[in-house]
């Protein structure tokens, strides 16, 4: 049973900093290329980033770009965002997601991840 739990997510003034974990079991994580996501109220879900099984490929999305980064530890089995000068706009529920592949890739659509996280709400006050 493929299990995500997100963390670190909370109250934070904008301007601030967050750090995201997501820890995963029950799948083989170093061929599996991770990503996060988030969704606001009344808003689809997007893309936020992306990263390849050892990490030598990253892809961030172009809203977040020059202030969030995706880093994963394949010995803890974890996947991290990094979240700087994070902005009201930034208030969300964020979403780790994890998809096998055949070779190592970065994913930035949520349709071709097939395990996801419950989430954890970030917000960031003005």
């Known amino acids: 049973q493929v299990q995500l739990v997100e963390s670190g997510g909370g109250l934070v003034q904008a301007g601030g900093s967050l750090r995201l974990s997501c820890a995963a079991s029950?799948?083989?994580?170093?061929?599996?290329?991770m990503g996060w996501f988030r969704q606001a109220p009344g808003k689809e879900r997007e893309f936020v980033a992306a990263?390849?099984?050892?990490?030598?490929?990253?892809r961030v999305g172009n809203s977040v770009k020059g202030r969030f980064t995706v880093s994963r530890d394949n010995a803890k089995n974890t996947v991290y965002l990094q979240m700087n000068s994070l902005k009201p706009e930034d208030t969300a529920v964020y979403f780790c997601?994890?998809?096998?592949?055949?070779?190592?890739?970065?994913?930035?659509?949520?349709?071709?991840?097939?395990?996801w996280g419950q989430g954890t709400q970030v917000t960031v006050s003005a």
């Open positions: 997601a994890a998809q096998l592949t055949a070779i190592a890739s970065t994913l930035t659509s949520a349709g071709l991840y097939s395990y």
């Open positions: 029950g799948l083989t994580f170093s061929r599996s290329a």
């Open positions: 990263i390849s099984w050892s990490g030598a490929s990253i």
